[in-house]
């Protein structure tokens, strides 16, 4: 490929050479990300076989032939299920602690599963695939798993992750030995779903959480949940954060209609709310939009607000002079506009 | 001080992203400092200023945005709130009534809506001023007609 583009490059005229410098560049960018890919298989290749016995064995020889870009959802599984327990909690409390947005994914996944009818399913499924994308979903939201990890799941967003979650899925079906018998050509329907959704996406995550949720839709006859989750998976890449926070609602399915119109609401409002400081134009930071100095709603950054107590101290907005226990005043009278405060304040209320 | 610079620029570079926002305004920064701007407003419609354009002179003090600017007509105009030989302008917004939430831009709205509502009661030019308490409206619009046909108008050939 390179040798033929600088053959090309030095055959070609002028106005071609920007184009055969793209090339060039896409070039050397492919060769890299297949020496990341290759180490990375090869990293993996050696926890799997440390870690990995019997059918896992399998599953390994099937996807070298795939050129790796599967080895890091593999490597997931994988170490998920051979760190059993202990690697699961670890990625729990590395989600919860690391972004808001994702500890309700893993604590509803706890919840639904604690909620299923029949436990077996749940437990056997959970031995995989919830563990799996609770891991996976951390990795994507948050990237505060290995790098390597999450390299690897940016090249494994592609096509060949499909080829993969059925190998998978064919083995829990085999480990689990359910009675349910269309539940792989069900899964592998879904999962093209996913793989589509991925495509048009470019970032695979509603893809993981399906993938996670498809065993439970499969084998709960999957009304209720299956409809709850459609709409949020074509909202899901904007504001994953938000409902993933309404989804640790007890219940789900009352809870997320209303949980889907409180996200969009607030949504509209944070684009209404002023980005940058009225006085300075500098971008509001969170402290600076979670600050309401006066009563008046006139937003401003701290410095500005600390400038104008110096100089006048009245609000820019309504020309008042700034009453010194404000910031009292805001959280009581004020709660309602401040859409972050809001949000918090809603999950909050649904856990007690 | 760096504020007020650094919040010029952004006044800046809003004048030049949304020129064509308000057609009857069109604000430019000097050179070769960012403190001394100009700017030309169109008279609003159906006064006296009618088809005439004003230029205004802005002189930014370093407290900007926490001080207001400085501004006055360099085009002269008969109005009782301006004084008619140096320009001066009398608004409450550019002396107490100011907000550091006001931008040079719409310091220029202001002064249009303020030729568009003289003030006759706090006059700068008092004859201009005398004119309406007295209720000469007529003799007020014709005087202040006559000099936007003087000053503000390109002469005709």
Redesign the interface.
């Known amino acids: 490929m390179v040798s033929n583009s600088i053959t090309t490059a030095s055959m070609s005229s002028g106005p071609n050479a920007r184009d055969l410098g793209k090339k060039k560049r896409a070039n050397r960018s492919a060769k890299l990300k297949q020496c990341k890919l290759d180490a990375r298989r090869e990293q993996w290749l050696s926890q799997g076989t440390a870690k990995n016995k019997g059918c896992k064995e399998e599953q390994n020889d099937g996807v070298q032939s795939r050129k790796g870009v599967n080895s890091s959802l593999k490597n997931l599984e994988t170490s998920s299920r051979g760190e059993e327990m202990e690697g699961s909690m670890l990625i729990h409390q590395y989600s919860d602690l690391d972004s808001p947005a994702n500890s309700p994914t893993s604590v509803t996944s706890s919840v639904l599963g604690g909620s299923t009818d029949s436990g077996t399913n749940f437990t056997g499924t959970s031995s995989g695939s919830s563990r799996s994308s609770s891991s996976s979903s951390g990795g994507y939201c948050s990237g505060n798993i290995t790098e390597d990890e999450e390299g690897g799941e940016e090249g494994g967003g592609d096509d060949g992750c499909l080829d993969d979650w059925e190998a998978v899925a064919d083995a829990l079906v085999a480990e689990n030995k359910n009675p349910c018998s269309e539940s792989s050509p069900e899964c592998e329907s879904v999962a093209e779903l996913v793989s589509s959704r991925e495509a048009n996406d470019g970032v695979g995550l509603g893809g993981v959480d399906l993938k996670s949720e498809c065993p439970k839709m499969v084998l709960r006859g999957a009304c209720g949940n299956s409809q709850a989750w459609r709409p949020d998976d074509a909202f899901r890449p904007r504001s994953l954060p938000n409902l993933s926070k309404q989804q640790s609602l007890p219940n789900p399915d009352r809870h997320y209609s209303g949980g889907a119109g409180g996200v969009t609401w607030g949504c509209n409002k944070v684009v209404s709310m002023p980005t940058s400081c009225?006085?300075?134009?500098?971008d509001l930071d969170f402290t600076d939009s979670s600050f309401l100095p006066c009563l008046c709603g006139?937003r401003l950054c701290l410095?500005?607000h600390k400038?104008?107590l110096e100089?006048?101290g009245?609000c820019?907005?309504c020309?008042k002079p700034y009453e010194t226990d404000t910031v009292e005043a805001e959280t009581s009278v004020h709660g309602g506009s401040l859409t972050f405060r809001l949000a918090r304040s809603c999950s909050m209320i649904a856990r007690s | 001080m760096q504020a007020s610079r650094a919040r010029l620029f952004k006044e800046y570079k809003e004048v030049q992203r949304e020129k064509t926002a308000d057609p009857d305004i069109q604000l430019a920064c000097d050179d070769s400092n960012i403190f001394k701007w100009t700017a030309l407003i169109k008279g609003p419609s159906e006064t006296p200023y009618e088809g005439g354009v004003f230029q205004l002179a802005f002189a930014v003090p370093e407290q900007y945005p926490l001080q207001p600017p400085q501004v006055r007509f360099l085009t002269k105009i008969f109005h009782p709130n301006v004084h008619f030989k140096t320009g001066e302008i009398c608004l409450d917004i550019l002396k107490n009534a100011w907000s550091p939430a006001w931008t040079l831009q719409s310091v220029c709205r202001a002064i249009i809506a303020l030729m568009a509502h003289p003030e006759p009661d706090s006059p700068l030019n008092c004859d201009s001023g005398n004119l309406l308490r007295s209720g000469d409206i007529r003799g007020f619009q014709s005087m202040a007609k006559m000099y936007t046909r003087l000053a503000a108008m390109p002469k005709k050939g």
Request: aromatic share 18%; net charge neutral.
């Open positions: 009225p006085i300075c134009y500098e006139f410095f500005c400038r104008i100089e006048d009245r820019p907005g020309r």
